[in-house]
């Protein structure tokens, strides 16, 4: 099987770019990988940036003019995928997240004052960000309506008082967006039911911020890893508000959808190198006679993973190209892009681990460890559960509106009683 999708689907740029991008991961970030279960080194992480930067890889989904490559996002999934062949690989293109979501959203709300001081420097590699949104129960998690941290007016700013959980990339981030619940009478009124949240750029060393205990989880390639983080009497003004006071679910919106798909990219273009790894050992362990390839039970994980991988390819496609030119139907079927996408891949490394036995379990290959990276995308991002019950929600819900539109009701079975 190709590890990477047809060519010729993208504009010549896009697959020039995602060529240089499968040159530089293969021949230049792969060989410095570290040992499975061990963290990227910060100063071999250094060094490999400016590898990307000088082989024209660097920040893929970056506008041109803040140092990126300038891809739409229709076609950022080919060269995710490749950075994702390489588990560190995102981090070292700084396509990983937070950052990328975070770049992403301050494009398109940040005011120019906020991308100078903020977007800039993320772009460029020189600082990391942390997104803070999921708090300890029974504030938000699952149900973002339930946002505890709140965020009040004092003076020509705001006090934002509250504390978060799992916040990746928080102990070597230089600034947090902050999800904070505001004051009603401080949002704009006209907005209804969606306002009631806002979002705050917090550099780190604002007074108040304080780096809580260090979560540990079954995956380690992410940079800062995952922490408590508090705020205590934090005082924000009002250049610190992302956007516009009292719609931070929207932008919640306007970040999430984007960023579930590039986690679908990325751990994508990581299950194209399980399924070459399996692949490999199918094609040259002999057992009982034959070539693992050869025999039915083996054929059959390598032929559904190969289903995984494609219907997943597809969905991700599909998904990107709406997102272009519909923010909120693209957000909506992200949801089950990402659900599909992170049950899929765990798959395809669950088989590769199987079929590879013994040396599937060791560090003797790196399989394992990916096991541990893709299996908390089945809950980061929202569990596959809380997607499959939104997913179930919004169908109910359009098929409902289309009825009462005037398309014919289904569901009442039609009597043929004393037809002759």
């Known amino acids: 099987m190709n590890s990477t999708p047809p060519e010729g689907q993208y504009p010549e740029a896009v697959e020039n770019l995602r060529a240089r991008t499968r040159q530089f991961i293969r021949e230049t970030v792969i060989p410095a990988e570290p040992r499975p279960g061990q963290a990227l080194n910060v100063s071999v992480r250094r060094d490999l940036a400016a ?56 494009n398109l709300i940040g005011t120019a004052e906020q991308k100078r ?51 990746s990339g928080a102990t070597l981030a230089g600034f947090a967006i902050v999800m904070a619940r505001t004051d009603a009478d401080a949002a704009d009124g006209a907005h209804g039911a969606s306002t009631g949240a806002s979002m705050f750029l917090v550099p780190m060393d604002t007074p108040g911020v304080r780096l809580g205990a260090p979560i540990h989880t079954m995956d380690t390639y992410l940079p800062g890893g995952h922490s408590h983080l508090h705020f205590e009497d934090v005082l924000v003004p009002d250049s610190g508000v992302l956007g516009e006071a009292g719609l931070g679910f929207q932008y919640a919106q306007v970040r999430l959808g984007p960023a579930r798909l590039t986690h679908c990219m990325r751990w994508l273009g990581l299950a194209r190198r399980a399924m070459d790894i399996m692949l490999d050992r199918a094609n040259t362990r002999e057992i009982f006679g034959a070539h693992l390839a050869q025999l039915g039970i083996a054929q059959d994980m390598i032929a559904q993973s190969v289903m995984d991988i494609e219907t997943s390819d597809a969905i991700i496609a599909k998904c990107a190209r709406l997102l272009a030119v519909d923010a909120k139907a693209g957000s909506a079927l992200s949801s089950v892009a990402k659900m599909h996408c992170s049950e899929a891949v765990y798959r395809v490394m669950d088989r590769a681990v199987q079929l590879c036995g013994g040396d599937g379990v060791s560090d003797g290959l790196p399989l394992m460890q990916y096991l541990n990276e893709v299996r908390p995308f089945r809950i980061y991002d929202g569990s596959t559960e809380t997607h499959k019950w939104a997913i179930a929600r919004r169908a109910a819900a359009e098929r409902r509106r289309a009825v009462a539109g005037g398309e014919p009701f289904q569901g009442t079975a039609v009597s043929h009683e004393g037809e002759r």
């Not at 600082?127 to 309506?145: K, L, N, R, V, Y």
Request: hydrophobic share 45%; net charge negative.
């Open 51 to 106: 590898a990307a930067r000088a082989a024209r890889v660097f920040a893929p989904h970056v506008p041109v003019e803040f140092g990126g490559q300038g891809l739409a996002v229709e076609h950022w999934s080919p060269v995710f995928q490749e950075a994702g062949y390489s588990p560190i690989g995102p981090a070292v293109l700084n396509a990983m997240a937070p950052d990328e979501g975070n770049m992403h959203m301050l």
């Open 117 to 167: 001081r903020f977007l800039a420097p993320l772009a460029a590699g020189d600082i990391s960000s942390c997104f803070a949104m999921t708090e300890p129960h029974p504030g938000a998690g699952s149900d973002p309506a339930a946002l505890a941290t709140t965020a009040v007016r004092d003076g020509n700013g705001w006090r934002i008082n509250g504390h978060k959980r799992f916040t």
